[in-house]
């Protein structure tokens, strides 16, 4: 089973906003730090913001004050709160989730991922 299953992502014109939202499954435990990459056409990807289990937040410099993560941790989700979106935003997000308290800037020790939602701006 997947780990981790995104939602939320679609289609909008530049200065609108989304949501995504991920579930972690019943069967993963021990998690602590959950966040969200995205991945541009043929780049590697990259990272956007996580949040810990004690609720310390970070954000990449190319979000922020834009994009708000937030956890429920009664109902095992993470969410990104995506606003005044721009062009430059189009991408595949990924959630990632992990038994450490951050989340690295290329997610190469990420323990769980999810498969993806797409976010496609429009100018």
């Known amino acids: 089973q997947v780990p981790l299953v995104e939602s939320g992502g679609g289609s909008v014109q530049a200065g609108g906003s989304l949501r995504l939202s991920c579930t972690v499954a019943?069967?993963?435990?021990?998690?602590?730090?959950m966040g969200w990459y995205r991945q541009f056409p043929w780049k590697e990807r990259e990272f956007v913001a996580f949040i810990s289990s004690d609720d310390r937040s970070k954000y990449a410099d190319s979000v922020k004050g834009r994009f708000i993560i937030s956890r429920d941790n009664a109902e095992n989700t993470v969410a990104l709160q995506m606003n005044n979106l721009k062009a430059e935003d189009t991408a595949v997000y990924y959630c990632a989730a992990d038994r450490s308290s951050e989340l690295g800037p290329n997610g190469r020790v990420v323990a769980y991922w999810g498969l993806g939602t797409l976010v496609t701006v429009s100018s």
């Open positions: 019943e069967n993963i435990s021990n998690v602590n730090v």
